[in-house]
């Protein structure tokens, strides 16, 4: 059974105001996922993904399969989203790659009220760490260039060239690096990928709606809660109640 999130106003922190007196937070370590969560970037990715296919004669996907480009590691995404044939899907990554970084940039941004919801969380020393399957340089480069790095603890991203970087696999080392105790941290993410990796190693998981997962991929993977904007994600981090639904 999840939760979706009972909004109450008088502790949305994410404006100034503090959770009500006495209300404990739910977690002192929040782990969240960048695209889809943090960041709008999917027009950003898609701009470089039609590029990637033009430049390689290939015919582009139309906009309902280029959305679910968003969420997996790249390879992934040109091989089982995309379909791009495997012999050429290294070639279709590593054009990715080199155009992503003068590429759609100014198409992306942060979602209304993430930067504000940072910020409140570091004044009550929550820790704030980022698993993505971006790569690690890439991932900082777009906190920094979208004004989020300075509310962010802990990065923890893809390695070039190393394909077995899935979520999972990320998470448990975000874990490790941390040292927290799994019962006082939470993976926020929009995508089933998010979910399934932090069910698969034992942590509270929270599915947003806001991004480019819809209701019944994230229920697929039970989640504590689900939530459906960012303000909701706020409250329920700065000591927000939920109801079963």
């Given at each position: 059974?999840?939760?979706?999130?009972?909004?109450?106003?008088?502790?949305?922190?994410?404006?100034?105001?503090?959770?009500?007196?006495?209300?404990?937070?739910?977690?002192?370590?929040?782990?969240?996922?960048?695209?889809?969560?943090?960041?709008?970037?999917?027009?950003?990715?898609?701009?470089?993904?039609?590029?990637?296919?033009?430049?390689?004669?290939?015919?582009?996907?139309?906009?309902?399969?280029?959305?679910?480009?968003?969420?997996?590691?790249?390879?992934?995404?040109?091989?089982?989203?995309?379909?791009?044939?495997?012999?050429?899907?290294?070639?279709?990554?590593?054009?990715?790659m080199a155009k992503a970084k003068t590429v759609g940039l100014e198409l992306i941004k942060p979602y209304p009220g993430v930067v504000d919801m940072l910020k409140a969380l570091k004044a009550q020393g929550v820790r704030r760490?980022?698993?993505?399957?971006?790569?690690?340089?890439?991932?900082?480069?777009?906190?920094?260039?979208?004004?989020?790095?300075?509310?962010?603890?802990?990065?923890?991203?893809?390695?070039?060239?190393?394909?077995?970087?899935?979520?999972?696999?990320?998470?448990?080392?975000?874990?490790?690096?941390?040292?927290?105790?799994?019962?006082?941290?939470?993976?926020?993410?929009?995508?089933?990928?998010?979910?399934?990796?932090?069910?698969?190693?034992?942590?509270?998981?929270?599915?947003?709606?806001?991004?480019?997962?819809?209701?019944?991929?994230?229920?697929?993977?039970?989640?504590?809660?689900?939530?459906?904007?960012?303000?909701?994600?706020?409250?329920?981090?700065?000591?927000?109640?939920?109801?079963?639904?």
């Amino acid at each position: 059974m999840y939760n979706f999130l009972k909004f109450n106003p008088s502790v949305f922190c994410a404006h100034g105001a503090s959770k009500r007196k006495g209300e404990p937070l739910l977690y002192s370590t929040v782990l969240f996922d960048l695209d889809g969560t943090l960041i709008e970037s999917g027009p950003g990715i898609f701009a470089v993904t039609r590029e990637v296919l033009k430049d390689m004669g290939l015919e582009g996907p139309d906009d309902e399969r280029i959305r679910k480009m968003v969420g997996p590691p790249l390879r992934h995404s040109f091989r089982d989203v995309i379909g791009v044939p495997e012999e050429r899907v290294e070639e279709a990554a590593q054009k990715y790659m080199a155009k992503a970084k003068t590429v759609g940039l100014e198409l992306i941004k942060p979602y209304p009220g993430v930067v504000d919801m940072l910020k409140a969380l570091k004044a009550q020393g929550v820790r704030r760490g980022i698993v993505t399957s971006k790569l690690t340089p890439t991932a900082k480069m777009h906190l920094e260039r979208y004004g989020l790095i300075d509310y962010i603890d802990y990065v923890r991203g893809g390695i070039e060239g190393w394909n077995g970087a899935n979520k999972e696999t990320l998470l448990r080392q975000a874990i490790e690096d941390l040292g927290a105790d799994k019962k006082d941290i939470v993976m926020v993410g929009d995508r089933l990928f998010d979910l399934e990796a932090a069910a698969a190693v034992g942590v509270d998981a929270i599915g947003v709606l806001y991004g480019y997962g819809d209701e019944a991929e994230l229920k697929a993977y039970s989640p504590k809660y689900i939530v459906k904007s960012v303000n909701e994600l706020s409250t329920l981090l700065c000591g927000g109640k939920a109801e079963n639904k």
